[in-house]
């Protein structure tokens, strides 16, 4: 059944959640790419304390980190767990890439679909949980046709999400439909204020009542966990293990014979209300329990359970099997990443001055011709550098030995104002292939091109790689460029691979040519000036994904000295920090690359 709405201010200094069956004036918003269970509709929180100051704090914000999954400590009057429980649902999301089926590893043979393409083969909360991105754009979710085992009297359904995008109903799961006529009905969704939000509906033959409970707000870019349950004592919901409401209710599933979708909802005629983000283990359970006694009984069919988690300087790591993928099967360690391989990370987070400062402990830049700093930047806390191509404003930095290397990538966030045929991120040329590889990085009409050049002596070979899409307008987009012998060049946007050319053997060994930002350096002299935004801007010495970049990032501004054993030719992490997959710097930017924020 269709859900009641309601208005949205930002000025309360406090941040409460509302029921939804009461609309409210004073409302506030959920925070986004938060791995989170439940919900409510709020109003503005107070200020987060500030975090501890940590190596180089002095130069820039800490960032967000993984979330530690906590075990409730609150016990229920409902049932214990005996090892008597039967789980009719465990998706694991560890399906291989390209398949349509989601397996369902618990005691119902019913198996689901992956519709409309999600991303497969991601890692969740931690490494032993499979994960897979969804955008609501794409009307990408998860069918799960309905299956006797399902019509239960008493039980639990369990998720992790990590929303990267809010709307007025981001859909965790569902088994509902259009109307109160026939079934008992239950969703459980994050709301466009930040909040979990679990609903129960009676059929109008039981009475035709509903209770909605909600949790407060969750934080940006860390996994949650909502556990929404019915029994013996009544409605309960879980966030990340914690019980945020419990309510009285005679409700349960047993006449309910509607399919479950996942990362959306089917409470109208249609599917809708689609996540943004990821989810990992989707699970049903028969019996009401604690998440401690979910993942108690989970273990002992050896179903993943979040590992043991640790906080070490701000970051948060993860027991694991060396040689394991996140998918459960065994691979080949075939390298290992450390933060001594960053070797420049520029946050551009100044307020005054003209130096951008290298938190590596690199070359710092200069700004040029007075770009405007201390602008919004793509995560809570971090400001960003605003450029105007009009009044060519970039940043010159000084070639550093440190970035003569035989593999790596380039990285940048952008909040573009306007597209020209050039736009300028990051560039390391000149004129001519007489000496140097080149390469820049830049917008053609708001298409990001990575173009990777040899020079003559070593055959002046030359690849562009494009993406099909433009970047949107006015919103940030996390940009990756990588060249190394694992895989050749390839081009990211956000955590997706959009080109490659795995031919590619290009090097930057021998190239000594300063580095441009925010325009290129392509010509006699710089050129191709963007107007927007930037933040961001790292170099690594390592051929990564995306992903395994922002944890090397993270790891260096939480002042670690650590490293990481990644598995594959897509660098999953396998042993080490566990890191989800947007945590570190961008906290609005999506799995595919954009993010709706930002002032």
């Given at each position: 059944m269709p859900l009641r709405g309601f208005v949205a201010t930002s000025s309360e200094p406090t941040r409460t959640c509302f029921p939804l069956s009461k609309p409210s004036t004073r409302t506030g918003r959920l925070w986004r790419n938060t791995w989170t269970t439940a919900a409510w509709s709020c109003r503005r929180a107070q200020p987060r304390a500030a975090l501890p100051r940590l190596r180089m704090a002095s130069r820039h914000p800490s960032l967000p980190t993984t979330a530690i999954i906590t075990t409730a400590t609150t016990t229920t009057t409902g049932s214990t767990s005996t090892n008597n429980e039967a789980f009719p649902v465990v998706l694991e999301f560890n399906d291989a890439a390209g398949s349509t089926t989601a397996s369902n590893s618990g005691t119902s043979s019913q198996s689901g679909s992956y519709v409309n393409g999600p991303t497969l083969g991601l890692q969740g909360p931690t490494s032993d949980i499979g994960a897979i991105g969804l955008s609501s754009s794409r009307r990408q979710y998860v069918l799960l046709p309905h299956n006797s085992a399902f019509e239960l009297s008493e039980g639990c359904v369990s998720i992790?999400?990590?929303?990267?995008?809010?709307?007025?109903?981001?859909?965790?799961?569902?088994?509902?439909?259009?109307?109160?006529?026939?079934?008992?009905?239950?969703?459980?969704?994050?709301?466009?204020?930040?909040?979990?939000?679990?609903?129960f509906q009676r059929s109008r033959s039981?009475?035709?009542?509903?209770?909605?409970?909600?949790?407060?707000?969750?934080?940006?870019?860390?996994?949650?966990?909502?556990?929404?349950?019915?029994?013996?004592?009544?409605?309960?919901?879980?966030?990340?293990?914690?019980?945020?409401?419990?309510?009285?209710?005679?409700?349960?599933?047993?006449?309910?014979?509607?399919?479950?979708?996942?990362?959306?909802?089917?409470?109208?005629?249609?599917?809708?209300?689609?996540?943004?983000?990821?989810?990992?283990?989707?699970?049903?359970?028969?019996k009401q329990l604690t998440p401690a006694q979910i993942d108690a009984a989970l273990a002992a069919r050896g179903v993943g359970t979040g590992g043991t988690s640790t906080t070490v300087a701000g970051v948060t790591s993860t027991t694991s099997t060396t040689g394991t993928s996140t998918t459960g099967t065994t691979t080949?360690?075939?390298?290992?990443?450390?933060?001594?391989?960053?070797?420049?990370?520029?946050?551009?987070?100044?307020?005054?001055?003209?130096?951008?400062?290298?938190?590596?402990?690199?070359?710092?830049?200069?700004?040029?011709?007075?770009?405007?700093?201390?602008?919004?930047?793509?995560?809570?806390?971090?400001?960003?550098?605003?450029?105007?191509?009009?009044?060519?404003?970039?940043?010159?930095?000084?070639?550093?030995?440190?970035?003569?290397?035989?593999?790596?990538?380039?990285?940048?966030?952008?909040?573009?104002?306007?597209?020209?045929?050039?736009?300028?991120?990051?560039?390391?040329?000149?004129?001519?292939?007489?000496?140097?590889?080149?390469?820049?990085?830049?917008?053609?009409?708001?298409?990001?091109?990575?173009?990777?050049?040899?020079?003559?002596?070593?055959?002046?070979?030359?690849?562009?790689?494009?993406?099909?899409?433009?970047?949107?307008?006015?919103?940030?987009?996390?940009?990756?460029?990588?060249?190394?012998?694992?895989?050749?060049?390839?081009?990211?946007?956000?955590?997706?691979?959009?080109?490659?050319?795995?031919?590619w053997t290009g090097t930057w060994t021998d190239n000594t040519q300063p580095l441009t930002l925010a325009a290129l350096n392509w010509g006699d002299a710089v050129n191709s000036f963007f107007t927007g935004r930037l933040a961001n801007v790292v170099l690594v010495k390592q051929q990564v994904t995306p992903r395994v970049l922002r944890e090397m990032t993270a790891a260096v501004l939480a002042g670690n000295n650590t490293s990481w054993q990644v598995s594959s030719a897509d660098n999953v992490v396998v042993a080490g920090y566990a890191s989800p997959g947007l945590a570190s710097a961008g906290s609005d930017v999506s799995a595919d690359g954009s993010s709706s924020s930002s002032s």
């Open positions: 992790y999400f990590y929303p990267t995008s809010f709307s007025s109903y981001a859909g965790l799961w569902g088994k509902d439909f259009n109307g109160q006529e026939t079934d008992e009905h239950a969703i459980t969704y994050v709301n466009r204020d930040g909040c979990v939000v679990a609903r039981n009475g035709g009542q509903e209770i909605t409970l909600r949790a407060n707000p969750v934080t940006r870019n860390e996994w949650h966990r909502a556990v929404t349950c019915f029994g013996p004592a009544g409605a309960q919901l879980y966030v990340d293990g914690q019980l945020a409401e419990s309510r009285a209710w005679t409700g349960n599933l047993e006449n309910n014979k509607l399919d479950f979708v996942v990362g959306a909802l089917n409470f109208g005629i249609d599917i809708n209300s689609w996540f943004d983000g990821w989810v990992a283990q989707f699970v049903l359970v028969d080949t360690v075939t390298g290992t990443v450390s933060t001594s391989d960053v070797v420049a990370l520029f946050l551009l987070n100044e307020t005054s001055g003209t130096a951008a400062q290298d938190a590596a402990g690199h070359n710092d830049g200069r700004y040029i011709n007075q770009p405007t700093l201390g602008k919004t930047g793509p995560a809570d806390g971090q400001t960003a550098v605003k450029f105007a191509a009009s009044k060519r404003q970039y940043i010159a930095v000084p070639h550093d030995a440190a970035y003569q290397v035989s593999s790596g990538c380039a990285s940048v966030y952008i909040y573009p104002k306007e597209f020209d045929r050039y736009s300028g991120l990051i560039g390391k040329d000149q004129t001519g292939q007489n000496t140097d590889d080149h390469f820049i990085l830049y917008l053609r009409n708001g298409h990001p091109e990575a173009r990777f050049q040899r020079s003559r002596s070593q055959g002046g070979k030359e690849v562009t790689l494009r993406a099909s899409a433009a970047v949107p307008l006015s919103k940030w987009s996390q940009i990756t460029a990588c060249f190394g012998a694992q895989r050749g060049a390839e081009l990211y946007v956000g955590d997706q691979r959009v080109a490659q050319d795995a031919a």
